[in-house]
């Protein structure tokens, strides 16, 4: 049974390896934000599965740091996508204003 969890953490494992490609190439922040994501939870699950299969203490510690840092990478990247957002509405609504006058 243990061998059967290592074998599927392992191919978790690879399909992130994957996904990696998508961060190095990805056409638009949004992709590499999802293969981050990636990252996160086929981590989690890789080590949860060697944690069952080893029982080594502590593991499980460690795949709850990482979603806790999952959860606030997308939380930054929303964030920063919402005032990149703002930051450029806020010109036109000045450019508008101006126009009102004349």
Same mark, same amino acid.
């Given at each position: $049974?243990?061998?059967?969890?290592? *074998?599927? /953490?392992?191919?978790?494992? $690879? #399909?992130?390896?994957?996904?990696?490609? !998508? =961060?190095? !190439?990805?056409?638009?922040?949004?992709? +590499? $934000? $999802? /293969?981050?994501?990636?990252?996160? #939870?086929?981590?989690?699950?890789?080590?949860?599965? =060697?944690?069952? *299969? #080893?029982?080594?203490?502590?593991?499980?510690?460690?795949?709850?740091?990482?979603?806790?840092?999952?959860?606030?990478?997308? =939380?930054?990247? =929303?964030?920063? +996508?919402?005032?990149s957002t703002t930051e450029s509405?806020?010109?036109? /609504?000045?450019?508008?204003?101006?126009?009102? +006058? #004349?």
């Open positions: $049974m243990n061998d059967l969890l290592l *074998a599927a /953490a392992g191919f978790i494992l $690879m #399909t992130v390896a994957v996904g990696f490609a !998508r =961060v190095l !190439r990805g056409p638009a922040d949004v992709d +590499r $934000m $999802m /293969a981050a994501q990636l990252f996160a #939870t086929g981590g989690i699950a890789a080590l949860l599965l =060697v944690a069952h *299969a #080893t029982t080594v203490p502590g593991v499980e510690d460690v795949a709850l740091g990482l979603a806790l840092l999952g959860s606030f990478a997308s =939380v930054a990247f =929303v964030n920063g +996508r919402a005032d509405a806020e010109p036109e /609504a000045e450019s508008s204003q101006g126009e009102d +006058r #004349t």
